[in-house]
């Protein structure tokens, strides 16, 4: 009750309340499926996201498979035998 009692002695009107909702008040997709529109793009752009995260890391794997691990002497490629 402190800031109450600052704010009354100083005049002010009393704090308001956040009134803002942290729900999301887009439409859903479907009435039986608890999903709205604003998720469903957020989950749109994770998934894009995520796969050129994995295309990145095929790439790097197939370069330490194809050359890094041959030149260092840790195995041979079967195709040069």
Same mark, same amino acid.
């Given at each position: 009750?402190?800031?109450? %009692?600052?704010?009354?002695? /100083?005049?002010?009107? $009393?704090? &308001? %309340?956040?009134?803002?909702?942290?729900?999301?008040?887009?439409?859903?997709?479907?009435?039986? !499926? $608890? /999903? +709205?529109?604003? &998720?469903?793009?957020? /989950?749109?752009?994770?998934?894009?996201?995520?796969?050129?995260?994995?295309?990145?890391? !095929? #790439?790097? !794997?197939? #370069?330490? #498979?194809?050359?890094?691990?041959?030149?260092?002497?840790?195995? +041979? $490629?079967?195709?040069?035998?």
């Amino acid at each position: 009750m402190g800031e109450a %009692k600052r704010r009354k002695s /100083l005049g002010l009107p $009393p704090k &308001q %309340k956040n009134t803002k909702s942290k729900s999301d008040e887009s439409p859903r997709i479907f009435d039986w !499926l $608890p /999903l +709205t529109i604003n &998720q469903r793009d957020s /989950l749109m752009k994770i998934s894009i996201k995520a796969s050129w995260y994995g295309i990145g890391g !095929l #790439v790097i !794997l197939w #370069v330490i #498979v194809r050359f890094i691990g041959p030149a260092a002497g840790w195995w +041979t $490629p079967a195709d040069s035998l």
